[in-house]
């Protein structure tokens, strides 16, 4: 009874069926230990969590150097800058909008800056669904190689203020 | 035996068990505040799931965003931890034998914790903190909001402390003879957690409470201020597991008379919670920037995995002992344990509803979404919501429901009214948690977030089109209407209940069971018999679990292919 007090005496090994469930549990969480690691050298999808600090106003300077020489086109007011293939391409989340939008080439490595000017946001990608935690003072970037090619939006999947719902962003990905 | 002061203490006419008057009273206020806050957080549930419901699309933004902030703390942090007080009480007192330790902690206890309440809720309500209930810096709530939630914190470690000295009187006077029962040791696991938790939350709420003050210049860090602050917001989930695990035996025995096969395995489990569970703030953090992928693989797979055995460990020995002790009872057959099982006592369906939704639904979802890289597919989408309703509306919320069904009649004295509604009200609660769920589930797959009202995007410089998700917000907002219809409904019967219910002041409550049930299960209670002899086979429990388990293998792979399936990405 699991509300009395147990005499003495009570220690003792599991017996069958749940001697046998304990050791079927115990193998399962090795196996899901196993798998992440496994995932990390063959996977192609992980998070390393490579950032560095930087100055929330220092990051939006490299932003506008970013906008200013590679700028390609606009949607919407939206600056489209094209980032140099196999180069670094910079995205800051700021007064609820992704700025500016990229423009990518399908199966080339960039290296993704993302940074926030004010808040914590979520970097979600759709609908590819890839999503990433944004904070400020963190240039977080992002290696990564996009596998189709079309037109991806930036959303923001952490509260981050009044204007959060609509804070949007965009990815052109060419060929 | 018994360290009482007589006229502090009444015999409890039903169970014959000792209760403390002052352990009562303290039950009764928690239990009560407890209830207010559910009732709080359903009225707000409805406003969310027929906001996020866009084809009626409720309130406009910054509503949804206080009412989601409501929400989240009346339903995840009051309710739960002014109920847990109550089992606090109710195992250091009763289920010892023993009287309270201290009636000052008692009335500080509840004290803070009614000041925080009420100035959380304040500050809320009058839109000086819609910041979520994670409060994540820089995000900045006025200064009453944090404060609010530090006294809160301090009185629920009052109560931590008036209960470690509860288990120490006992034992002292021995009060008991053996071995703690099974459930206050869950009880005890649940109270060293929570000293941990409480410890977190106040190195991450106070230095943002002086810098909402002006006391400090600078925010603090805000990835710093996450991995402290999950140190409290995960941690005190382990607490919510555990409670609502000793629960479940506490109601197995109470409803079936239930007996566990091996203490050793149970006991086992709830210190595996104990040790391996400091670190799982880490599974908040796997797409953050600044942590590194071993620390995150590590710590998802050390201090996670040892803890998900033990849930997996007590999802056998539950279901177990209440197989073996259907049989004992004659009840023969592979799943006759179950189908002749009280499923019309209120008590019983919470609770088995509880373990099933919670393993079957938070359990496995919980774990893969934990994963280190498949969280890349699912982190602050509408599927950690999903997940999370299945652990601690479904599995806690439910239990403690389950629970009240006995503790308003045996601590309060008085009779539920409507016992045809009270009957049904665990499966409208339940089943409506497992709509929401599952269309949370289905939506944040297709990438819908969380905490975000309008995925039409309105008003945003590019347009982004989730129409597809729209069936699957339908069945969110249709399973939220019935799940807050159930949790209203509880909520409105306890209360009355508790109040005004016909009082059995000097009897034994009126049984939920029929009067054959009722007989077989006293009989278990009051009879010596031994739920490891050969006879009593859990056969039932073998392929129930095996299903499980299959069930966990083929969603944890498929997600992974999901995975695969995405973006070159590190
Ligand atoms: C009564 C039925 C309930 C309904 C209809 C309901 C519905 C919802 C909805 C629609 C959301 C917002 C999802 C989003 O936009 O991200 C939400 C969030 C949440 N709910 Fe519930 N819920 C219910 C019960 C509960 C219970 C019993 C608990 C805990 C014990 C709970 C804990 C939470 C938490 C912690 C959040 C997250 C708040 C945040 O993101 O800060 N809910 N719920
Ligand atoms: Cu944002
Ligand atoms: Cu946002």
């Known amino acids: ?175 | 035996m018994g360290n009482f002061i007589t006229e502090r203490m009444r015999v409890c006419a039903t169970t014959g068990l000792t209760v403390d008057l002052d352990a009562q009273r303290f039950i009764k206020l928690n239990a009560v505040f407890g209830v207010v806050s559910l009732l709080i957080g359903a009225i707000a549930a409805y406003l969310l799931a027929l906001t996020r419901w866009e084809a009626v699309a409720l309130l406009d933004p910054i509503d949804y965003y206080k009412y989601i902030s409501l929400h989240g703390l009346n339903m995840l942090i009051f309710w739960i931890l002014f109920m847990e007080m109550a089992i606090l009480y109710f195992c250091a007192s009763t289920l010892l034998n023993s009287r309270n330790f201290s009636r000052a902690l008692g009335y500080g206890q509840f004290g803070l914790m009614l000041i925080g309440w009420a100035t959380v809720n304040f500050s809320v309500l009058s839109g000086r903190a819609s910041v979520m209930m994670t409060s994540y810096v820089p995000l900045k709530a006025e200064q009453e909001f944090y404060l609010g939630m530090l006294l809160f914190a301090v009185g629920a470690l009052l109560g931590v402390i008036n209960f470690f000295g509860g288990v120490y009187i006992a034992r002292r006077d021995r009060t008991y003879k053996g071995s703690m029962p099974l459930v206050v040791f869950g009880a005890l696991a649940a109270a060293i957690i929570a000293v941990f938790t409480i410890v977190h939350g106040a190195i991450a709420l106070i230095p943002a409470w002086l810098w909402s003050l002006g006391a400090l210049e600078k925010a603090p860090d805000p990835g710093w201020y996450r991995l402290i602050w999950w140190g409290l917001g995960h941690a005190s989930q382990q607490i919510n597991v555990c409670a609502h695990v000793a629960v479940w035996y506490l109601l197995a025995t109470l409803t079936v008379g239930a007996k566990p096969i091996n203490q050793t395995v149970c006991r086992v489990a709830f210190v595996l919670y104990i040790m391996f569970i400091n670190l799982a703030s880490a599974h908040h953090l796997l797409v953050d920037p600044g942590v590194g992928a071993p620390w995150k693989m590590w710590n998802t797979s050390y201090a996670l995995y040892l803890a998900v055995m033990a849930s997996m460990i007590h999802g056998f020995t539950v279901p177990a002992s209440i197989e073996v002790a259907q049989r004992k009872k004659g009840i023969g057959g592979l799943f006759g344990w179950l189908t002749k099982a009280p499923w019309k006592d209120p008590g019983f369906s919470a609770m088995f509803l509880s373990l099933l939704i919670f393993g079957f639904g938070g359990g496995i979802t919980g774990v893969t979404l934990g994963t280190h890289q498949i969280n890349i597919i699912a982190h602050n989408t509408l599927r950690i919501p999903g997940h999370f309703h299945m652990t601690v509306a479904g599995g806690t919320a439910l239990a403690f429901m389950g629970l009240a069904y006995y503790v308003v009649p045996l601590i309060f004295q008085r009779e539920y009214p409507l016992r045809a509604l009270a009957r049904v009200q665990p499966y409208i609660f339940g089943g409506g948690i497992v709509i929401m769920a599952v269309g949370m589930t289905l939506a944040g797959s297709m990438g819908v977030p969380r905490r975000h009202p309008d995925i039409d995007f309105t008003g945003a410089r590019i347009a982004v089109d989730m129409g597809g998700a729209t069936p699957f917000l339908a069945m969110l907002g249709i399973g939220g209407l019935i799940a807050a219809t159930g949790a209203v409904i509880f909520a409105a019967l306890t209360a009355y209940a508790a109040f005004f219910g016909k009082s059995n002041k000097g009897r034994a409550m009126t049984s939920w069971q029929t009067p054959e049930q009722d007989r077989m299960t006293k009989n278990l209670l009051t009879t010596a018999w031994n739920p490891a002899e050969g006879k009593l086979k859990t056969t039932g429990t073998v392929v129930l679990t095996l299903i499980f388990l299959a069930s966990f293998v083929v969603y944890y792979f498929a997600n992974w292919k999901a995975l695969a399936d995405v973006w070159y990405v590190k």
């Open chain 1, 1 to 175: 009874m699991s509300i009395f007090p147990v005499p003495n005496g009570w220690v003792r090994a599991p017996h069958g069926a749940e001697r046998m469930w304990v050791g079927l549990a115990l193998a399962w969480c090795l196996v899901l230990s196993a798998a992440m690691p496994y995932w990390h050298f063959r996977g192609r999808q992980t998070s390393a969590g490579e950032a560095y600090d930087v100055n929330p106003s220092d990051f939006e300077k490299r932003v506008a150097q970013f906008v200013a020489a590679g700028q390609v086109g606009d949607r919407n007011g939206l600056p489209i800058v094209e980032v140099p293939p196999g180069g670094h391409g910079y995205l800051i989340g700021k007064n609820w909008q992704w700025y500016p939008a990229l423009k990518l080439k399908k199966g080339v490595e960039y290296k993704l800056h993302v940074s926030s000017g004010d808040y914590q946001h979520g970097f979600s990608l759709q609908p590819v669904n890839v999503n990433f935690h944004v904070l400020p003072g963190y240039d977080h970037v992002l290696t990564v190689t996009p596998t189709e090619s079309g037109e991806f939006k930036i959303i923001c999947n952490e509260f981050c203020g009044a204007g959060h719902h609509a804070m949007t962003g965009l990815i052109v990905v060419e060929e």
